[in-house]
Structures are given as structure tokens and as C-alpha cells.
């Protein structure tokens, strides 16, 4: 019996620890003071989901307000050369459930943040995540990342 709890508490803490690790890879930290640009990002293609038609805009004003940064229509666009870093971001899923529809909220995402200049990438995140129909949302999802994102970078 003894045993069986301790089997059970080590299964908790693993669970806990994998659930804090960070989707965030840091390879060179953002200098302070860039003037960061969010560069709208791609949709995502229909996959698991069929509402990828306009996930690229949420998830682009999503970042953007969270970072209060502005938007740039591309990465090659006359107005990125305002900018030191630019966030590139691809939506890789994205489903806003109907309630009691008995499908997840859920909604993924690939960013990357490059030096403008040289197009060295500095930083990259991945995140996935689901949320239940009735209390959660793909736009909440997105936020979350957004924030984990700038926790990391520590702006």
C-alpha cells in the first residue's frame, strides 16, 4: 500500500514539473530597448479543426496587445525596417467550439522572434492547448501564450 502512494505522489510531481516546462527556447536574449514589430501571422491550414479561416488576424492582435507592439503587414513590407525584432508567428490550430458540442477550444501556435537586420532568430516558441467549450476559449488560449511569451523575454 505504502508503495502504491509513493508510486502515486512521484506520477504527481512528474506531472507538475512536465506541466512548468517552458515552450520557450531563448538563443540570444532581445536587446533592451528594440522596437519590436508583430508581423501578421499565417493561418493555419484545416487540420484537426475546420476554423482556421481568420485565426491569423486573432492571433496577431492578440500578440499585439499583449506586447504593445504594432502590427506589420509582412516580414519584407517598407514599414518592418521601423523595427529591430519582428515576431513571425504561424497559427497551427485553431477551433472555437460551439457549447455542448462535445469539441474542444484549442488553438496552437509557432512564433519566432528575429533580429531584423541579419534575420537571426533570437528566440522560438510552441504551444498547444484545449480548453473546455463552456468556460474556455481559443482567444484566452492565445493570450496565454502571448503572455508566457513575454514573461520569458522578460518584457
Same mark, same amino acid.
Given at each position: 500500500?505504502?508503495? !502504491?502512494?509513493a508510486y502515486l505522489l512521484v506520477l504527481v510531481v512528474l506531472f507538475v514539473v512536465s506541466g512548468c516546462m517552458s515552450n520557450v527556447t531563448v538563443l540570444q536574449p532581445v536587446e533592451k530597448g528594440a522596437r519590436l514589430g508583430i508581423v501578421q501571422f499565417d493561418e493555419c491550414l484545416a487540420g484537426n479543426y475546420n476554423n482556421c479561416t481568420g485565426s491569423g488576424k486573432v492571433a496577431?492582435?492578440?500578440f499585439s496587445e499583449v506586447f504593445g507592439a504594432p502590427i506589420v503587414e509582412k516580414e519584407s513590407s517598407s514599414?518592418? @525596417?521601423d523595427f529591430d525584432v519582428l515576431l513571425i508567428g504561424r497559427v497551427l490550430e485553431y477551433?472555437? @467550439?460551439v457549447p455542448m458540442a462535445f469539441r474542444p477550444?484549442?488553438?496552437a501556435v509557432d512564433v519566432v522572434i528575429k533580429?531584423?537586420? %541579419? !534575420?537571426?532568430t533570437l528566440i522560438t516558441f510552441h504551444d498547444s492547448d484545449t480548453a473546455n467549450n463552456l468556460t !474556455?476559449?481559443?482567444k484566452r488560449i492565445l493570450k496565454g501564450f502571448a503572455e508566457d511569451l513575454k %514573461? @520569458?523575454?522578460g518584457k
Open positions: 500500500m505504502k508503495r !502504491g502512494i496577431t492582435q492578440i514599414n518592418a @525596417a477551433n472555437e @467550439a477550444n484549442a488553438a533580429r531584423r537586420i %541579419d !534575420g537571426k !474556455g476559449s481559443p %514573461d @520569458a523575454m
